[in-house]
Structures are given as C-alpha cells and as structure tokens.
C-alpha cells in the first residue's frame, strides 16, 4: 500500500484528504508542521507528499527545498496562495509535480495523486520509445511514423501534452496553452479539440485510449 504524507495545518482539510485517501486504497501520514513533517519523511518510506504552503512553523517551500535536496518522491502543493509568483516558484523553482489551489474537491486530489504516483512509475522505469514525435519548426507530429493533420490550436494542444505525458492538465491549462496567456474562451472548446486529437489517433491505433479524460477535471495522455 502507497504511503501519502499529508502536511497541513488545518484539521478538517487534512481529515477530508486522509478520508478519500483511504477510500482509495491509500495508507495516509498527517502532520501539521514543518518540522515534524520533515523528520517524518527523512525516516519513513513516503511515496507522494501533498503539501500546504502555509504552516505555522516554516514555509512550505523551504520543506520542499529539503525534501527535493535528497528525493525526487511526487510533491503537489496544496495552498489558498493562487497567484502566479507562487505557482511559478512551486513548480519550475523548487520542483513540485504540481499546485493545486484552494478550495478544491479531494476528489481531485486522489486524481492528482494516482496521476503523479503513474508518471513517477513510469519515469523511473526503463522506457521504450515514445510512439510520438514533434517537428516545432514545421508545426507537426508523428505518431507511429504517421503524420498527423492538426489544426495550429491542436498541435498545441498535442505537443503539450505529448512533453508532459501521464500527468493531468486542467481545460483552463490547455486554454492558455492554446493562447500563451488568459482567454475568454469557453473551456469546451478544449473539449472539442480533444475528440478531434482522439480522432486522427485512432485513425491509426485504435487498440486503446490514447488521451484519458479525467472527469471534471482535464485530460491526460497515456505513453
């Protein structure tokens, strides 16, 4: 059984989580602070740590600073800090696998856990050659030494996802992927750029689900 620590400060966010958690399958650590949480991964087999940016004794980005000088173990932020210095910080500064804001369902949260503990696997077992590639230049994509007739907001779509594979991107995401910033867009049209992505796919294979939807949430490709 996977063991999530749980570092929140706040009871009721923590039982909520540890709830769904165990719901899963999961066995389950909470801590409230910094330092007991850190004594606790540096002694313990942790396999995903979910962790609140806000706790009373240090910041929780310098528990991430610890935890990433010696282990490279999943790490998702869950924080009320939703603006983008912290985001960027979290995830491209310290190396968090991804920044969940609050309020959130913990629904999502054991979606975000399953998807990082799948990448981490995956990532850290031998791997086989991807069944994709992407010429940036000519706008393209390969799959299975087919090319792929996208439109520019699909191939967007697809390289995104291809770089960043087994790990779950939210329509609002792949929204701004599209545009390189914020757009007024309706999300659904993710939605309809994904079905066409899943079309020219299984033109070619359709032995399986190539992109996974994860419901309420976004999308996922599977390598």
Known sequence: MQNILIIED????????????????????????????????????????????????????????????????????????????????????????????????????????????????????????SKFGINEAMQRVQFQNHELTLTPAEFKILSHLIKNPNRVHTREYLLKVIWDRPHGSDVKTINTHIKSIRKRLNEIDNSCEHIETIRGIGYSLIE
């Open 10 to 129: 706040d009871k009721t966010i923590a039982e909520s989580i540890a709830f769904v958690l165990e719901k899963d399958s999961f066995s389950w650590t909470w801590h409230d602070n910094g330092y007991d949480s850190l004594d606790y991964f540096n002694n313990n087999q942790v396999d995903l740590v979910l962790l609140d940016v806000g706790l009373p004794d240090i910041s929780g980005f310098d528990v991430l600073r610890k935890i990433r000088s010696k282990s490279n173990v999943p790490v998702v932020i869950i924080s009320a800090r939703d603006d983008e210095a912290d985001q960027v910080l979290g995830l491209e500064g310290l190396g968090a696998n991804a920044y969940i804001t609050k309020p959130f369902s913990p629904r999502v949260i054991v979606a975000h856990v399953r998807a990082q503990l799948r990448n981490f696997r995956n990532n850290t077992e031998p791997k086989s050659k």
